[in-house]
C-alpha cells in the first residue's frame, strides 16, 4: 500500500498495511474469549460521517467475529425526534447490561460541553473510546498501567510495554493511539530507546487542540519523548516532559508532559518538525507545501484533505488517512 512515482515524491502510505497488524492480534484475543465479545453502538445523529463511521464499524466487528449491536436514537431512529434525545438513556441501559462489554457513541452531537458529559456518563470498564476522564487522567499523566479491578493507578513504574502483574494497559482514545500506531510503524519511533521515550529527538506540530484528537494526541507524543508544538486557532502551545531551562547536568525527565505558551508562529513550527499531523475539520484548511521542513513525515487525521496535492514534493512519507487503525485500537480497547 506504500506508493512512489520515482520522480522523487515522498511515499504514499495507506493505513491498510498498518491495520493489518493488528488484526491478528484482535482475533487471537476474541478467540480466548468465553463468548464473543459485545459492542454497542450508539447514533443519535442523522451525520453522514457518523452513519458511515457505524456502518465501517459494523463490518469491521462482523470480520473479526464481534457481535456489534447499533441503538439509533434522536433523529437517526425517527425525523420527529431531535438530535441527541435518547443518547444520555441508551448509554445508562448499556451500562447495566452484562451481556456488553464495550460502549461507543458516535459523536458529535450536542457540541463539545454536553458531548463531553456525556463521556463521563459511559462506565469505564466499558469505555472502548477511552473518553472517561479517569482514561484522560492517566494519559495526561504519564499513567500507562491500571489495576482492572479498581481503576487505580498501578504501583510499579513501567520499565517497558509488557503490564505489570495485576494489571491492564490504561485505556486510550483510538484516534490518538492509531496515529502513534503509525509512527511506531514507519520508524519514528525508535525502538533502541527506553520504552516511554522512543519519541526523543523529534519534533512534532500537531494542528487543532480538540480534547478527543488533538490534544490527547500532543500529550501522548510528548510523553513518549517528542517535542510537541500543539496548534489551535489562536494559540501555539508546546509540549515536553524535559524541563526547558536547567542546566545540562541537572536535567531530569517530568513524570509527564508539562504545556507552555509558545510564541512561535506556525509557520516556524513547521519548519522544524519531523513530523505534521493535522486534524482540521474543514475542506478549506490546507497545510502549504513549501512551509514543510524537507523530508518530513505528514499525517492527515480529518475527514478531509488538510494538505496540499504537492504535499510529497516535500514529505518523504505521507499518510493519507488513519480510519483503519482507529477502528482496530478500538477493537483492541474492547
Given amino acids: 500500500m506504500a506508493t512512489a512515482n520515482g520522480l522523487g515524491k515522498g511515499v504514499l502510505l495507506k493505513p491498510d498495511p498498518i491495520a493489518d497488524t493488528f ?110 476522564s479517569k482514561f484522560h487522567y492517566n494519559l495526561y499523566h504519564n499513567i500507562r498501567f491500571i489495576d482492572p479491578a479498581t481503576l487505580a493507578p498501578a504501583a510499579s513504574a513501567p520499565v517497558d510495554d509488557v503490564p505489570p502483574p495485576g494489571t491492564v494497559k490504561s485505556i486510550l482514545p483510538c484516534t490518538p493511539l492509531g496515529v502513534v500506531k503509525c509512527l511506531e510503524h514507519i520508524g ?39 517535542r510537541v508544538f500543539s496548534v489551535d486557532i489562536d494559540t501555539i502551545q508546546e509540549y515536553t516532559k524535559r524541563p526547558r531551562s536547567s542546566p545540562a547536568a541537572a536535567r531530569k525527565y517530568l513524570p509527564h508532559h508539562a504545556a507552555h505558551p509558545s510564541n512561535l508562529t506556525l509557520e516556524e513550527c513547521l519548519a ?45 512519507i505521507h499518510i493519507p488517512s488513519v480510519g483503519k487503525v482507529t477502528i482496530l485500537m478500538l477493537l483492541r480497547n474492547l
Avoid: W
Avoid at 45 to 55: G, H, N, Q
Avoid at 88 to 104: Q, R, T
Avoid at 291 to 315: I, P, S, Y
Fill in 23 to 132: 488484526r491478528n492480534e484482535v482475533k487471537d484475543a476474541i478467540a480466548q474469549c468465553t463468548r464473543p465479545p459485545t459492542l454497542v453502538g450508539i447514533l443519535g445523529t442523522t451525520s453522514a460521517p457518523s452513519k458511515f463511521y457505524a456502518d465501517f464499524t459494523r463490518k469491521q466487528c462482523e470480520q473479526l467475529g464481534v457481535r456489534f449491536v447499533l441503538k439509533e436514537v434522536g433523529s437517526a431512529a425517527s425525523s420527529e425526534q431531535a438530535d441527541g434525545e435518547g443518547v444520555e438513556e441508551a448509554i445508562v441501559e448499556a451500562n447495566e447490561d452484562p451481556d456488553v462489554d464495550g460502549i461507543m457513541v458516535y459523536y458529535p452531537i450536542f457540541g463539545a460541553q454536553q458531548d463531553h458529559y456525556l463521556q463521563q456518563i459511559v462506565s469505564p470498564l466499558k469505555d472502548v473510546e477511552g473518553l472517561h
Fill in 188 to 226: 519514528v519511533y525508535n525502538r533502541i530507546l527506553p520504552y516511554g521515550d522512543r519519541a526523543y529527538g523529534k519534533t512534532v506540530t500537531v494542528i487543532n487542540r480538540s480534547e478527543v484528537v488533538g490534544r490527547p494526541l500532543a500529550a501522548l507524543l510528548a510523553n513518549d519523548g517528542a
Fill in 272 to 316: 522544524l518538525s519531523d513530523v505534521v499531523i493535522s486534524a482540521v475539520p474543514s475542506a478549506d484548511y490546507k497545510v502549504k507545501t513549501g512551509m514543510l521542513k524537507e523530508g518530513c513525515v505528514t499525517v492527515n487525521v480529518a475527514a478531509d484533505k488538510n494538505f496540499e496535492k504537492d504535499v510529497r514534493d516535500k514529505a518523504s
